[in-house]
């Protein structure tokens, strides 16, 4: 949940800023469009980095915890 959400609100972020820039300068839908794909961009960033401390957070598995590979039978 936490990963879709910092990738929603960095795209809303993103695409409100262009628009509120674009409101402003009177430039249409331009920077909209430009910071739109910079908020993708930085969804995607927050995700991959949430990602890895989340990986890193978790406990190494256990020996009971690995399920047998089927090359291992023969």
Do not use: C, H, Q
């Not at 609100?9 to 909209?32: E, F, H, N, Q, S």
């Amino acid at each position: 949940m936490r990963l879709g959400t910092e990738f929603i609100a960095a795209i809303l972020v993103g695409a409100g800023m262009g628009y509120l820039l674009d409101l402003w300068l009177k430039t249409g839908p331009w920077l909209m469009l430009v910071m739109l794909l910079v908020g993708f961009a930085a969804g995607v960033l927050n995700v991959v980095r949430s990602a890895a401390e989340m990986n890193r957070a978790a406990p190494p598995p256990t020996a009971a915890m690995r399920v047998p590979d089927d090359e291992e039978d023969e």
